[in-house]
């Protein structure tokens, strides 16, 4: 039972690293069930300049973790 994920950044010109970095955290966020709420420039789910995920969302990613793509990348 294979299990395949593509995670896909996008890259504009005239991005630094740090952006193109933070894009693909986002997108290795909806592979946790991460969801698009959160403050826009703060949570690292909303907008384009957030960089943290607050306990609550991280707890709730390590629950569907645990539940679901454990079984499934093991």
């Given at each position: 039972n294979n299990e395949t994920f593509i995670v896909r950044a996008h890259y504009f010109r005239g991005w630094k690293c740090?952006?193109?970095?933070?894009?693909?955290?986002?997108?290795?966020?909806?592979?946790?069930?991460?969801?698009?709420?959160g403050t826009k420039g703060k949570d690292l789910m909303v907008g384009t300049s957030g960089?943290?995920?607050?306990?609550?969302?991280?707890?709730?990613?390590r629950?569907?973790?645990n539940k679901y793509l454990k079984k499934k990348l093991n």
């Open positions: 740090s952006e193109s970095m933070r894009t693909l955290a986002h997108e290795f966020g909806h592979i946790f069930h991460l969801p698009h709420k960089q943290i995920i607050t306990k609550k969302i991280a707890t709730a990613s629950k569907y973790y």
